[in-house]
């Protein structure tokens, strides 16, 4: 395995932040503010070469802004950082080493000084069977696009077949989990189906079916008991099929079955129940907590499992991290971009502190609340106590992201966005060959059989 390594004790100190999500790009800017290149080499390390805003994620799905504006790419708002398109693979913080797996090519070793790792979480997923062929989740942009076109593909399959099965599972809509993500996927889409269906005289909205399939007795517990209750009433209304207490047991070949006894066809299938810290974080000799988390202290400081104290060089924050929530003894702060954002702040100041001689300071931010956009116009917030629904909430939850998104140029792009859609409507149009480009292509040429010794890259560079 070749190695990175250099010259550490000539070298400015080396920062590697793993993962450039809302903890690693906010960091990695602060730092690069803070602290110039005589003063620390930041090294930025992430297989995609964007930071994705995924509070926008429905937002994108449902087609009110660009895919492209909810990410900010990297290079681009990172000047001053070093940046490094591959996945941290290991971490030997004993030997302050990272092993990285470039995009393409070998992997190799880079030393560090100092460590952010915020590699974030991913899905939480269950052994249900077909979940693993048939379900999807909602964490990248990817997911989002795929989502969108999918969903409207359902609607030209269903206008086109003649098949009464087919026509009825492609209007089958399930979404599994009812928090941020869930509920704000489910309500943008359905909006957009809506929309969609006026242009579709073939198809009777009341053939279209929203299911949400909820474990717990309520939904959206981030905006409190009372805005959640609001939520539900307001999404029954709108004929979302709300299944609370239930779970999914099976979904092979489409077939979903419930806890509560209901079976039926369904073409789509949303997984949005939660989420666990990454599973790189098994592959490191960092200190995890019983869930898998990163075990944190208030300072952001990765802490030894058995003593508490801080390992030297070694900090984290974000979802995949176990951070003390000072403003409520006992428990961790929530996985959420509220936290995220204000913890890389206070993580990026304790390093520059520490690089500059100094000691690191508490994090400490009492959660105020959650705002939620469940399609045009409608919305849901619980914040400072505060307790707002309807369209003054949806304007909150546009007012609050749109300030939160990383520069000048995103927040731009995505207003535009949504003028854009006010003014035109939004496209209700599916762009699914984005997800088979060749297939047109390779349809029409001819394969041609290479003679055997031509066949091992014979002749290539
Ligand atoms: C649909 C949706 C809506 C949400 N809405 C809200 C909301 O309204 N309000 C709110 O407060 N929170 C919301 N959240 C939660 C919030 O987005 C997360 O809590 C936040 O993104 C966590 O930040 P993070 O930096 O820990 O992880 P992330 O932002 O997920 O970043 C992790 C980064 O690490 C990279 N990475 C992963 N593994 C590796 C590796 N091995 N090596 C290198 N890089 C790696 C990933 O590519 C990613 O870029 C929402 C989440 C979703 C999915």
């Given at each position: 395995m070749p190695s990175a390594r250099d010259n550490r004790a000539v070298n400015p100190p080396r920062i590697v932040v793993v993962g450039a999500g809302h903890v690693g790009l906010y960091a990695a800017l602060r730092l690069s503010k803070k602290l110039n290149r005589n003063r620390a080499e930041i090294v930025v390390i992430d297989p995609v070469p964007h930071m994705t805003y995924q509070p926008f994620l429905p937002e994108a799905a449902a087609g009110n802004i660009s895919p492209r504006h909810a990410v900010v790419p990297l290079r681009r708002a990172l000047k001053k950082c070093r940046i490094v398109s591959g996945e941290v693979t290991r971490v030997e913080h004993a030997r302050k080493t990272v092993v990285i797996q470039p995009i393409d090519g070998p992997s190799y070793e880079m030393e560090y000084d100092h460590i952010i790792v915020a590699p974030g979480s991913v899905s939480r997923t269950l052994p249900i069977p077909g979940l693993k062929d048939r379900g999807i989740g909602l964490k990248t942009i990817g997911e989002a696009i795929y989502l969108r076109n999918h969903i409207l593909d359902r609607l030209d399959v269903a206008a086109a077949t003649p098949d009464e099965e087919v026509r009825k599972a492609s209007l089958n809509f399930v979404f599994v989990g009812g928090g941020f993500a869930g509920i704000e996927a489910l309500a943008e889409m359905q909006d957009v189906v809506a929309d969609a269906l006026k242009y579709y005289p073939e198809l009777d909205p009341k053939e279209v079916h929203f299911i949400l399939v909820e474990a717990s007795n309520r939904i959206l517990p981030e905006v409190g008991p009372e805005m959640g209750a609001y939520t539900a009433r307001q999404l029954a209304g709108r004929g979302v099929d709300l299944r609370l207490s239930t779970f999914l047991q099976s979904c092979v070949d489409g077939r979903v079955v419930l806890s509560d006894g209901d079976t039926f066809r369904a073409e789509t299938l949303v997984w949005t129940a939660g989420v666990k810290p990454s599973p790189m974080l098994a592959n490191?000799?960092?200190?995890?907590?019983?869930?898998?988390?990163?075990?944190?202290?208030?300072?952001?400081?990765?802490?030894?499992?058995?003593?508490?104290?801080?390992?030297?060089?070694?900090?984290?924050?974000?979802?995949?991290?176990?951070?003390?929530?000072?403003?409520?003894?006992?428990?961790?702060?929530?996985?959420?971009?509220?936290?995220?954002?204000?913890?890389?702040?206070?993580?990026?100041?304790?390093?520059?502190?520490?690089?500059?001689?100094?000691?690191?300071?508490?994090?400490?931010?009492?959660?105020?609340?959650?705002?939620?956009?469940?399609?045009?116009?409608?919305?849901?917030?619980?914040?400072?106590?505060?307790?707002?629904k309807g369209y003054p909430a949806w304007l909150m939850h546009r007012f609050y992201h749109v300030s939160r998104i990383p520069s000048f140029n995103r927040k731009v792009r995505v207003v535009a966005d949504w003028v854009l859609a006010f003014m035109f409507k939004r496209e209700t149009v599916a762009l699914g060959q984005l997800h088979h480009p060749r297939e047109e292509f390779t349809e029409v040429t001819p394969a041609v059989d290479l003679p055997a010794e031509k066949k091992v890259g014979a002749g290539s560079r």
């Amino acid at each position: 395995m070749p190695s990175a390594r250099d010259n550490r004790a000539v070298n400015p100190p080396r920062i590697v932040v793993v993962g450039a999500g809302h903890v690693g790009l906010y960091a990695a800017l602060r730092l690069s503010k803070k602290l110039n290149r005589n003063r620390a080499e930041i090294v930025v390390i992430d297989p995609v070469p964007h930071m994705t805003y995924q509070p926008f994620l429905p937002e994108a799905a449902a087609g009110n802004i660009s895919p492209r504006h909810a990410v900010v790419p990297l290079r681009r708002a990172l000047k001053k950082c070093r940046i490094v398109s591959g996945e941290v693979t290991r971490v030997e913080h004993a030997r302050k080493t990272v092993v990285i797996q470039p995009i393409d090519g070998p992997s190799y070793e880079m030393e560090y000084d100092h460590i952010i790792v915020a590699p974030g979480s991913v899905s939480r997923t269950l052994p249900i069977p077909g979940l693993k062929d048939r379900g999807i989740g909602l964490k990248t942009i990817g997911e989002a696009i795929y989502l969108r076109n999918h969903i409207l593909d359902r609607l030209d399959v269903a206008a086109a077949t003649p098949d009464e099965e087919v026509r009825k599972a492609s209007l089958n809509f399930v979404f599994v989990g009812g928090g941020f993500a869930g509920i704000e996927a489910l309500a943008e889409m359905q909006d957009v189906v809506a929309d969609a269906l006026k242009y579709y005289p073939e198809l009777d909205p009341k053939e279209v079916h929203f299911i949400l399939v909820e474990a717990s007795n309520r939904i959206l517990p981030e905006v409190g008991p009372e805005m959640g209750a609001y939520t539900a009433r307001q999404l029954a209304g709108r004929g979302v099929d709300l299944r609370l207490s239930t779970f999914l047991q099976s979904c092979v070949d489409g077939r979903v079955v419930l806890s509560d006894g209901d079976t039926f066809r369904a073409e789509t299938l949303v997984w949005t129940a939660g989420v666990k810290p990454s599973p790189m974080l098994a592959n490191t000799d960092l200190p995890l907590g019983p869930k898998g988390h990163v075990n944190c202290l208030p300072t952001l400081q990765v802490a030894d499992n058995e003593t508490g104290e801080a390992w030297d060089g070694a900090w984290s924050a974000g979802d995949c991290a176990q951070v003390p929530d000072l403003t409520n003894p006992g428990a961790w702060c929530s996985p959420s971009a509220q936290h995220a954002v204000r913890q890389a702040k206070v993580l990026a100041d304790n390093i520059a502190q520490v690089v500059l001689g100094g000691a690191p300071k508490d994090y400490r931010h009492k959660h105020v609340g959650g705002v939620a956009g469940l399609g045009i116009n409608k919305g849901v917030a619980h914040v400072y106590g505060v307790k707002v629904k309807g369209y003054p909430a949806w304007l909150m939850h546009r007012f609050y992201h749109v300030s939160r998104i990383p520069s000048f140029n995103r927040k731009v792009r995505v207003v535009a966005d949504w003028v854009l859609a006010f003014m035109f409507k939004r496209e209700t149009v599916a762009l699914g060959q984005l997800h088979h480009p060749r297939e047109e292509f390779t349809e029409v040429t001819p394969a041609v059989d290479l003679p055997a010794e031509k066949k091992v890259g014979a002749g290539s560079r």
